[in-house]
């Protein structure tokens, strides 16, 4: 998923509006954020596959460092405990743990089965949403436009930046959303240099929320 993850974010703020949406987003994202990182340094494999899904020409063949199972409690762990030894705030790093994990879990529902469950270990998981485009529109347009509404409901900006930010995330979000649909990356490099461009959406979120208030 993509947009699945940013409703993530933006609706977890309801649960502890005192931090910032870039924190949300950046715990929602953040096995994608590393993702990138392993495909440039040689640790991770992807092969560009048109067809292997409707909804994605990509091939996960080998991603156990950033999305097993298993790695994926270890990096929700790793994110809890650096934000607890920072914020010394126990109810916010379990928040932020369970955001890192949400990640897996829209994957295990959007992913064929790829997802692998230990590094090592040949055994794969996936329910191969990706399989049916209508049904991946429906349920992640609907995840997002539920975020949305949370955080709108919990915040209200302070000035037009507040507004201008928000909805200009919004729109581009979805453009690049749906350019994904039609377009298929040129190869695996560019495509983790373009991955990287994720951290932009967490800066993006801070400033949004600079410019907003909790109601």
């Given at each position: 998923?993509?947009?699945?993850?940013?409703?993530?974010?933006?609706?977890?703020?309801?649960?502890?509006?005192?931090?910032?949406?870039?924190?949300?987003?950046?715990?929602?994202?953040?096995?994608?954020?590393?993702?990138?990182?392993?495909?440039?340094?040689?640790?991770?494999?992807?092969?560009?596959?048109?067809?292997?899904?409707?909804?994605?020409?990509?091939?996960?063949?080998?991603?156990?460092?950033?999305?097993?199972?298993?790695?994926?409690?270890?990096?929700?762990?790793?994110?809890?405990?650096?934000?607890?030894?920072?914020?010394?705030?126990?109810?916010?790093?379990?928040?932020?743990?369970?955001?890192?994990?949400s990640h897996w879990i829209l994957d295990f529902i959007?992913?064929?089965?790829?997802?692998?469950?230990?590094?090592?270990?040949?055994?794969?998981?996936?329910?191969?949403?990706?399989?049916?485009?209508?049904?991946?529109?429906?349920?992640?347009?609907?995840?997002?436009?539920?975020?949305?509404?949370?955080?709108?409901?919990?915040?209200?900006?302070?000035?037009?930046?507040?507004?201008?930010?928000?909805?200009?995330?919004?729109?581009?979000?979805?453009?690049?959303?749906?350019?994904?649909?039609?377009?298929?990356?040129?190869?695996?490099?560019?495509?983790?240099?373009?991955?990287?461009?994720?951290?932009?959406?967490?800066?993006?979120?801070?400033?949004?929320?600079?410019?907003?208030?909790?109601?």
């Open positions: 998923m993509f947009l699945g993850h940013y409703a993530v974010g933006f609706g977890s703020k309801k649960a502890e509006p005192k931090v910032s949406l870039g924190t949300y987003f950046m715990a929602a994202v953040f096995l994608d954020l590393l993702w990138p990182v392993f495909l440039l340094l040689g640790l991770e494999h992807v092969k560009i596959d048109p067809g292997n899904t409707p909804m994605a020409p990509l091939d996960f063949y080998d991603y156990p460092l950033s999305h097993s199972l298993l790695m994926a409690i270890v990096w929700s762990l790793v994110f809890c405990g650096f934000y607890y030894l920072i914020k010394k705030n126990g109810r916010v790093s379990v928040v932020l743990g369970i955001c890192v994990f959007s992913h064929r089965p790829d997802l692998p469950l230990a590094p090592g270990v040949n055994y794969f998981l996936g329910l191969g949403l990706w399989y049916s485009v209508t049904a991946t529109l429906l349920v992640e347009l609907s995840l997002y436009a539920i975020g949305i509404y949370l955080y709108i409901q919990i915040t209200k900006a302070k000035n037009k930046i507040g507004s201008i930010a928000l909805w200009g995330f919004i729109a581009l979000s979805l453009i690049i959303y749906f350019s994904n649909l039609i377009s298929t990356p040129p190869d695996v490099k560019t495509m983790a240099i373009s991955g990287m461009g994720q951290w932009l959406f967490v800066l993006w979120a801070y400033w949004i929320d600079r410019h907003r208030t909790v109601v």
